[in-house]
């Protein structure tokens, strides 16, 4: 009998482009997520929009904020708020070392990456990044164009 294809897949990989563009990023963690029934169904059919997501610590907390997850189609009335905020699982030792480079000026905590590890869980990658100033932007899409270059003149 043939194999059936499911909307769910485990080898989900959804990055936030943009951030890579925004912003530097100086030192990345894997953090577990705290999610609904549907959520997770939602993320395994791929429905997800990283791009406006952000973090934040409330009492010693971390906590993202801005991450779209579509409603789940056969969900009722069980569904999820597309755009809550989600707790983030970490150790205390990663939380306070995150909080005191928070504290630093001018650096911030934004999700890079969601993925599915593994044994089924959902995991998100943030990112402890640096804004760029737009002459650092130029920079980086120079250097993308020269590596680029070199690359087809290669083959």
Do not use: W
Request: charged fraction near 35%; charge should be positive.
């Amino acid at each position: 009998m043939a194999k059936e294809k499911s909307r769910f897949s485990n080898n989900i990989n959804i990055k936030n482009r943009k951030a890579r563009h925004e912003y530097e990023f100086v030192d990345t963690y894997v953090a577990g997520v705290a999610l609904k029934g549907t959520e997770i169904k939602s993320i395994r059919e791929g429905k997800v929009n990283l791009m406006d997501g952000y973090c934040y610590f409330n009492r010693g907390e971390l906590y993202v904020k801005g991450i779209h997850i579509s409603p789940y189609a056969q969900g009722s009335f069980y569904n999820h708020e597309t755009t809550r905020e989600r707790k983030l699982l970490l150790h205390k030792r990663e939380l306070t070392k995150l909080e005191s480079q928070i504290n630093e000026k001018g650096l911030t905590i934004i999700p890079s990456r969601l993925f599915i590890n593994d044994r089924g869980l959902a995991k998100l990658e943030i990112a402890v990044a640096k804004g760029k100033k737009l002459h650092d932007k130029r920079d980086s899409i120079k250097e993308k164009d020269v590596k680029r270059e070199l690359e087809r003149i290669k083959y």
